[in-house]
């Protein structure tokens, strides 16, 4: 059976429409921490930002993650329930540049705490920023800056400075503590550049999630898909394409991640005679930390680059 044959078998059969494999869970299940009257309350939209706060804020704040656990943030929205959440907060920490769809929708006439934009600052002097205005960010950029962790140190030190306003008595304390895991974040930074140099550039992930950690580290990115969030259809054309890239040149390990159907990757890897290996755009809650998470990225990088 030829090439063109197989693949269009396992296309219809397989993987056409794509979809997510994620985990849901009921309302029921979600559990909330109950606020401290002497604390502030801060609820963040994602797993990464809510280890961030919890880092900076430690026992000074009452941290909550607002996105259930096993949820892809791409795909969900607030209930009443966490929208009288947000209300009642007094930091809502989003990453921004259109990743949280969902805050167009939040009535923030109403909202008597600071929305903290994360990503203030990073992109301001970018010409595909510059170039695009607010009406075309969510579909137009990619929103992954903290798969690059130069950028996730400048998203640390914005909700630093945010927790030093809305608490200037431990403004030393916020500032300190963010101080020292950016030291962290820069020895992530040179284990990158240092175990990267030298290597292959190319690499093939599943989606659009690796654009600025690409760009920081000198790398390309290839995509299964193309769009800036896992959903989307993968046709037959999409897998010749992948293939022919990897042949071009010599890519033996193709990406998946750990929230999505592996089935597409390993049908590439299997026709290029190579193998799926995780990389992970840190967007599922998970036990593990940012670095470690990172520091796995890098590992399954290196097997595959150098």
């Not at 044959?5 to 059969?13: E, P, S, Y």
């Not at 920081?216 to 800036?228: D, F, R």
């Amino acid at each position: 059976m030829n090439t063109q044959i197989k693949l269009a078998i396992i296309a219809i059969g397989i993987i056409i429409p794509l979809t997510s494999v994620v985990i849901s869970q009921t309302s029921s299940h979600i559990q909330y921490t109950v606020f401290e009257n002497s604390k502030f309350h801060v609820v963040s939209s994602s797993n990464f930002l809510h280890e961030f706060s919890q880092i900076i804020g430690k026992e000074k704040i009452d941290s909550t993650l607002l996105i259930p656990e096993g949820v892809d943030p791409h795909d969900w929205e607030p209930t009443i329930k966490e929208t009288e959440r947000l209300h009642s907060s007094d930091l809502i920490v989003i990453n921004g540049i259109g990743y949280e769809h969902w805050i167009d929708s939040f009535d923030s006439s109403t909202y008597r705490g600071i929305i903290v934009d994360t990503s203030n600052g990073i992109l301001d002097n970018r010409d595909d920023y510059d170039s695009h205005d607010d009406s075309d960010l969510h579909s137009n950029l990619d929103p992954h800056i903290w798969l690059n962790p130069v950028h996730a140190k400048s998203q640390v030190q914005n909700m630093a400075n945010a927790f030093s306003n809305n608490d200037p008595d431990n403004e030393k304390y916020y500032q300190s503590n963010a101080a020292a895991y950016i030291k962290e974040l820069e020895l992530l930074d040179s284990k990158i550049r240092n175990d990267l140099s030298g290597c292959k550039t190319n690499f093939i992930t599943f989606h659009n999630a690796f654009s600025y950690f690409a760009e920081e580290y000198n790398l390309t990115q290839h995509t299964i898909i193309s769009s800036n969030d896992s959903h989307g259809e993968v046709t037959l054309k999409t897998l010749e394409n992948v293939i022919i890239t990897a042949k071009k040149f010599n890519i033996k390990i193709i990406f998946a991640e750990e929230n999505t159907d592996i089935k597409t990757s390993q049908v590439i890897a299997d026709e290029i005679g190579g193998k799926v290996l995780v990389l992970s755009p840190l967007e599922i809650v998970s036990n593990e930390n940012y670095i470690s998470k990172m520091t796995q990225n890098l590992e399954n990088l290196k097997e595959a680059l150098c």
